[in-house]
């Protein structure tokens, strides 16, 4: 290939009749695509019928890379996972840490595409060019710690790189994730579609290397990167201390914004109990990190006395402290830690799961579930025996956990009544800790985002920074494009959000002058927000072919009509009128149909996609 | 480093598993160091995880038994100013010395075969630098080399 960071090569594995295709990736579909999110959206527009159910053979799951993967480059060692989602039936993404990008890298693949249903329990072993169909039925209802144990043993190297999924995952439970490590491709039931390949694992090894078009610009940037950096005090001390648990003062006490007992409240009075600043002094381990990551915001917890005593995880972060406990209104962190790794170990999204759990909390305070429903357990905010217990009887879809299996949207329809209203999801994806009330760009975001209540398509970074004022309505819809083309480029190059802090919150040329040096792309500004933009749309069209449009893009009627009753940011909401003027707005920016969200014929050929407005007639 | 010091001190490089981060910056800045290329299987440096707190580390430790030298079939191996060099016109890649290491100091590479063992890099090994956690530094043993 004339670029570098790429190897020119994407398999495409059929469990059904183990065939594996070769495919590769020329010059110009790097250079249109960029990699991970991008790739991943062309080849499953391509591939699959976004009609199908998501557990239908034919549909397909992605594993990419970028160009910076295998790199030392920083907050780069990460892979891409994308499907057809189970939870919100459209086009999903989740990206993890984890050296397993790297190793395809080594392995001379730049992704591989799985396809069809294999027999019995199997898991795929790439050694370079070998590739193996190895039976997992000895793995089958094992854990994720566990599988990979067991994987890395039969292979005896205790480097190699494992993903697996855990009973979660196997139960077809919607919000299953892929565990590498300990990190997760935790959202959207990507384990779930795994599962339902009956694929435990995907083990990658690899012998060769990755390299950079320009040894000496590479080297000046990193040079650049390792004095600026310095002068972002997130990312020079914040994150290196505490992780994403700093956020928890920030966001649940001095904005009052970290939803609390499912979203009746965003004021946790309890915020102390579960604030990063306590997590390091009481149950501090060790700081661990994803890999080619100075940052290293990961940590090892433990609780070290209490109900809990002997917890240990690699987290929580700031998600799970949000959806494990100020959701169910549970502060004690020794539960928090043992759900954190619970919920890893079985398998499944933490967010998802407590969000759903919380749920449930607030369906059976009202009365709308009585206790014959949850199987006898009294369900309410604050039951961290129930909390926890519940994590195993979801993973293997037993008595109420089967209902919990769902995820909240799902749910709220089988429980009936006025639930739906709050099932705090977009789209069928349970919000993260970042309101959608008190972030009038959350709002939008999580209402137009690909994946719905995704933190990782429009970002709140920005807005609790003060550079878009969180209240404002005005420029809002293109403060919110910007987000999602920076989330965008940055999910294709597949390297951590976290440095947007130094980077720019919205798309900048502060990134091309990151890229060009190891792709050799030469990109201008305009070429690589054309780039984001074209993948954006992919993914709506994929959207739009699922039966999506401007309708699906709402929030639930909690958000939309009940203002923050309490704390700094009391009375603060995004009703139905607002959002409606600010998607008005978006759609016309976007290039896509006011009237449906559909992008136009017009848009579609600007950004070089004229067979997308093809097939969807536009 | 100046030669005469590293004749009269033993080098070691030092790895702290409590201050390792498992970010693997060590073994790709080792590999740009030698080969200006990333790989895991061209640096001179492991670090593996085998759980939440323990972290192991292999590379030359330089001891004073060099089990790799005697190992050699083809007396490729030899020792020479504190560092283990290799005559890769003599050595035919058996890879005997890779087994004959019990701290799994030694690779082959991947596409020369050749061993490929840590050289310090002169005396102020890259991967110590970069470590962004100081879970790796260069110590000076007060013992002389046998």
């Not at chain 1, 990460?78 to 189970?86: D, G, L, R």
């Not at chain 1, 040079?223 to 956020?247: C, F, I, Q, R, S």
């Not at chain 2, 005997?96 to 019990?102: E, G, L, Y």
């Amino acid at each position: 290939m004339k670029y570098s960071g790429y190897k020119g090569k994407v398999l495409k594995i059929n469990l059904t009749n183990r065939k594996v295709v070769t495919d590769e990736v020329t010059d110009e579909f790097a250079r249109k695509y960029l990699g991970g999110n991008g790739f991943a959206a062309r080849y499953l527009f391509d591939m699959v019928d976004p009609r199908i159910d998501p557990y239908d053979a034919n549909n397909v799951v992605a594993m990419m890379t970028g160009p910076f993967q295998g790199i030392n480059i920083p907050t780069a060692g990460k892979y891409y996972m994308a499907t057809k989602s189970p939870l919100t039936f459209g086009y999903f993404d989740s990206v993890s840490g984890g050296f397993i990008g790297a190793q395809m890298k080594y392995a001379g693949i730049d992704g591989i595409l799985i396809t069809g249903k294999a027999e019995k329990p199997t898991y795929l072993f790439i050694d370079d060019d070998k590739i193996e169909f190895r039976s997992a039925e000895k793995l089958w209802g094992k854990r994720t710690g566990e599988t990979q144990e067991l994987i890395k043993e039969e292979d005896g190297d205790p480097n190699l790189c494992v993903s697996a999924i855990g009973p979660a995952g196997e139960n077809l439970v919607r919000f299953a994730c892929v565990i590498t490590e300990y990190r997760a491709a935790g959202r959207g039931g990507v384990g779930a579609v795994m599962g339902s390949k009956n694929l435990k694992a995907i083990a990658v090894r690899g012998s060769g290397t990755n390299d950079v078009a320009d040894h000496e610009r590479f080297k000046k940037w990193m040079d650049w990167y390792a004095v600026e950096v310095k002068k972002v005090p997130a990312l020079a001390t914040g994150m290196p201390t505490y992780g994403t648990p700093a956020l928890v003062a920030s966001i649940g006490k001095m904005l009052g914004a970290m939803g609390s007992y499912n979203h009746q409240t965003e004021w946790f009075e309890q915020w102390e109990l579960i604030s990063g600043e306590r997590l390091k002094r009481d149950h501090w381990v060790k700081d661990t990190g994803c890999p080619a990551c100075p940052i290293a915001c990961s940590k090892v917890f433990r609780a070290k006395e209490g109900k809990w005593k002997g917890a240990t995880s690699e987290g929580p972060e700031f998600e799970t402290l949000y959806s494990l406990g100020s959701m169910c209104g549970i502060a004690d962190l020794g539960a928090i830690i043992l759900g954190d790794i619970s919920c890893d170990e079985w398998g499944m999204d933490t967010i998802t799961y407590g969000v759903t759990a919380s749920f449930i909390m607030e369906a059976y305070t009202k009365g709308l579930l009585t206790k014959e429903k949850t199987d006898g357990v009294d369900f309410k905010f604050g039951n961290d025996d129930a909390m926890i217990a519940y994590i195993e009887k979801t993973a293997k879809r037993q008595g109420l956990g089967n209902l919990m299996a769902e995820g909240s949207r799902l749910a709220s329809r089988i429980v009936g009544g006025d639930t739906e209203r709050f099932a705090m999801q977009a789209k069928g994806l349970e919000f993260p800790g970042h309101s959608a009330r008190a972030l009038r760009g959350m709002a939008l975001g999580y209402a137009t985002a690909t994946r719905g209540g995704s933190h990782h398509d429009a970002r709140p970074t920005g807005e609790y920074a003060g550079a878009s004022d969180r209240t404002a309505v005005d420029g809002k819809p293109a403060w919110v494009i910007g987000t999602q083309q920076m989330t965008t480029i940055g999910d294709s190059l597949v390297q951590c959000h976290f440095l947007e802090r130094l980077l720019g919150f919205t798309l900048t040329p502060k990134y091309v002058d990151m890229i060009n040096p190891v792709t050799g792309f030469e990109y201008s500004f305009a070429e690589l927000v054309d780039v984001a933009e074209r993948i954006l749309d992919l993914e709506r069209a994929f959207n739009v072919r699922a039966g999506m449009t401007r309708k699906e893009d709402t929030l639930p009627k909690r958000t939309l009509e009940e203002p923050i009753p309490e704390g700094p940011s009391k009375g603060m909401y995004t009703d139905a009128k607002t959002l409606d003027k600010m998607l008005d707005e978006f759609y016309v920016l976007k290039g896509w149909d006011q009237k449906t969200g559909i992008p136009t014929r017009a848009k579609l050929v600007r950004v070089g996609l004229t067979d997308v407005a093809d097939v969807l007639n536009v | 480093m100046t030669v005469v010091m590293a004749l009269e001190k033993k080098p070691l490089i030092r790895f702290d598993m409590n201050k390792c981060a498992f970010c693997k910056i060590c073994e790709l800045s080792c590999a740009e160091q030698h080969y200006g290329s990333y790989g895991e299987a061209i640096s001179r440096i492991t670090v593996i995880r085998k759980n939440f707190t323990l972290f192991k580390c292999f590379i030359c430790t330089r001891c004073d038994k060099r089990f790799c030298v005697p190992a050699c079939p083809k007396n490729a191996l030899s020792y020479r100013h504190g560092d283990i060099v290799v005559d890769e016109r003599l050595c035919d890649s058996c890879g005997d010395c890779v087994k004959a290491c019990p701290f799994h100091g030694i690779k082959l590479h991947p596409k020369t075969k050749m061993p490929i063992i840590c050289d310090l890099c002169d005396g102020d090994p890259r991967c110590v630098k970069e470590c962004p956690k100081q879970a790796l530094s260069l110590i000076w043993l007060q013992q002389t080399r046998k």
